[in-house]
């Protein structure tokens, strides 16, 4: 059985640099078998792209918007290219 993996790009718009969203979408991301990276945008946005199962990436992503509600008000979810296993590990922080 193939695992059928997808990416995915979010950027999240609103009150969500200075808040924690990128230590909580990092913290959140250890309990799923995703790979990827978050980081700060100079236009006041928050980049996002995680790698894995499209039903991982979806509770992945539930819970990071549930946990920051508050400081999101909008996001823009798009597919993109997978990117080799060998390259990324692990979901971490960029700055």
Avoid: C, W
Wanted: glycine residues 6%; aromatic residues 8%.
């Amino acid at each position: 059985m193939t695992l059928t993996l997808k990416r995915i790009r979010v950027i999240y718009a609103g009150d969500v640099q200075g808040v924690g969203f990128r230590f909580t979408a990092a913290r959140l991301a250890q309990a799923f078998p995703i790979t990827g990276f978050v980081r700060n945008l100079s236009d006041g946005t928050v980049h996002l792209e995680a790698q894995g199962s499209p039903f991982d990436l979806d509770a992945f992503l539930d819970r990071l918007a549930h946990d920051m509600a508050p400081n999101i008000q909008h996001t823009s979810q798009t597919n993109i290219p997978l990117v080799e296993k060998q390259s990324e590990q692990r979901f971490e922080i960029l700055t």
